[in-house]
């Protein structure tokens, strides 16, 4: 499967199935994400695993979108260590987060696994629960796991704009 036939049959799993996600697939995830680029390299993502039963007893309470799912990822950034603008001050958290959380998707669809971002939680309540230090700020979600015999791509996995409507050439 070539890139572009993989990010087309992506699709965000709603159902996983109860296999868990071998040790040997998940490092091979985690590496995506220690791999992937970031402003000025700074690297301020950090990632938690939810694999224990206590663990995704805790995140099962964070959010309703975890979908019966064995592992569950947690991106943050770290503020002390992300790069910001010298100027305009915008900060590069959320696109370093964002970059890794989607190396991860999509390395994790190669070894057959599927995953879901999700952004349906409240911050406050993530640090609170994982007693988080005042610099990690979380930004995504990301159950993984191997989908179920009958989940099937959203209504709006296929939804795609026209290339038109996203693209002007200048
Ligand atoms: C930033 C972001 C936040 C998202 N949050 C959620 C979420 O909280 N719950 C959920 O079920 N899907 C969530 N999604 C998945 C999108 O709904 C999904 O990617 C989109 O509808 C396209 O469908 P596809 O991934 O199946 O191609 C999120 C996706 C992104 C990129």
Known sequence: MNFLELAAERYSVRKFSERSVEEDKLKLILEAVRLS????NRQPQ????FRSAE????????SPCLYGASTVLLFCYDKDTVWSHPTDHACSGEVDCAIACTHAMLE????????????FFEAEKVKAALQLPENLVPVALLPIGYAAEDAAPGPQHAASKPIDELVKML
């Open 55 to 62: 663990a995704l007893e805790t995140a099962r309470t964070l």
């Open 108 to 119: 994790a669809w190669e070894l057959g696994i599927g995953s879901c971002w999700v952004r």
């Open 46 to 49: 950090r990632v938690f695993v």
């Open 37 to 40: 680029p970031t402003a000025v």
